[in-house]
């Protein structure tokens, strides 16, 4: 749109200096930036992301010691709390 704005200006150095540049099209796959190859993939992921409904796993070390059936509560309770476990159960 800027361009099309300069090129129907009257001043004749913009109008000739933009006459120059070819109009934008869209451009195949292979012929496209890495940063915007990149910016695709991740409008692409959101969209996918946004259509999608989110799960996720929380895994809660039970002890420093990695025995069986050994729980520390106060340690369990503050991995609850600083995963927001809690808050979103309430």
Do not use: W, Y
Request: glycine share 2%; proline share 6%; charged share 20%.
């Amino acid at each position: 749109e800027l361009l099309l704005l300069f090129r129907r200006s009257e001043n004749l150095i913009v109008k000739s200096a933009c006459e120059a540049i070819p109009p934008l099209t869209k451009a195949a796959p292979s012929q496209l930036l890495a940063s915007s190859k990149f910016q695709l993939s991740i409008d692409e992921l959101v969209a996918c992301l946004g259509s999608s409904q989110a799960h996720f796993v929380r895994c809660i070390k039970p002890n420093n010691t990695k025995q069986p059936s050994e729980f520390d509560d106060h340690m369990v309770l503050r991995q609850l709390h600083c995963l927001s476990v809690l808050e979103t159960l309430s």
